[in-house]
């Protein structure tokens, strides 16, 4: 679905890699402002949309950067409802998208240490916005390192079976870790939503799980 987001607008991000933003980006904010109670709380929801928007792209340019620095090339970052991706022009090496992957987690933890040290010395507006923008990247680090597909967590899991593995084997046990924790999603989704509030919209594609547990070496 939002791999095939028609891009709304576009522009040249850092190292002259196009940014397009997908037009289902419109939803993050709309579902903020259905549970806004109006006026200062909906200024603040607005507030907190963008700087989760921000930090997405952040976390694609992270990737972008992991390709550059090893001469991959980057064809487009795309921003869209459901998160973002950074879509290189040709094929990594295995050793290559390790420090691909692994840069977009990096880049939010790196956020998440910067602005968890810097909050305690603003008050007010600032104060809250450096506060979760630390809560939010630490979300987004943690959430992308769970073993599923296509999540960086899945990819490097997989990555790291490959050092030891067969890429036949590594790639039925990386879909068969990805197919239990598929399996756990739903009661997990529902726990969040009551203890936390959290809802995601995202879901462990079943499919690609198992045709990667059924894969014949």
Not at 187 to 193: A, V
């Amino acid at each position: 679905m939002f791999n095939n987001d028609n891009p709304i607008f576009q522009f040249n991000g850092p190292f002259g890699i196009p940014v397009q933003i997908g037009g289902t980006i419109i939803m993050l904010p709309l579902i903020f402002i259905s549970f806004s109670g109006g006026g200062i709380a909906l200024m603040y929801d607005l507030i907190f949309v963008s700087l989760l928007i921000g930090s997405i792209f952040l976390h694609e340019l992270g990737h972008a950067w992991g390709c550059r620095v090893q001469g991959v090339p980057v064809r487009r970052i795309m921003i869209h409802g459901g998160g973002g991706f950074c879509e290189q022009s040709r094929s990594a090496s295995y050793d290559q998208q390790e420090l691909i992957v692994a840069m977009g987690p990096i880049v939010n933890l790196t956020i998440w240490a910067v602005a968890s040290l810097a909050y305690p010395s603003f008050e007010g507006t600032a104060g809250w916005m450096i506060y979760w923008l630390a809560q939010m990247n630490l979300f987004l680090a943690l959430f992308n390192l769970l073993p599923v597909h296509p999540l960086d967590g899945g990819k490097l899991f997989q990555l790291i079976l490959l050092r030891f593995l067969p890429a036949a084997t590594a790639t039925r046990i990386s879909g068969g870790v990805g197919l239990v924790l598929a399996a756990l999603w739903i009661p997990g989704m529902i726990w969040l939503y009551f203890n936390v509030g959290l809802v995601l919209f995202f879901f462990p594609p079943v499919r690609l799980h198992l045709q990667m547990l059924r894969l014949n070496g």
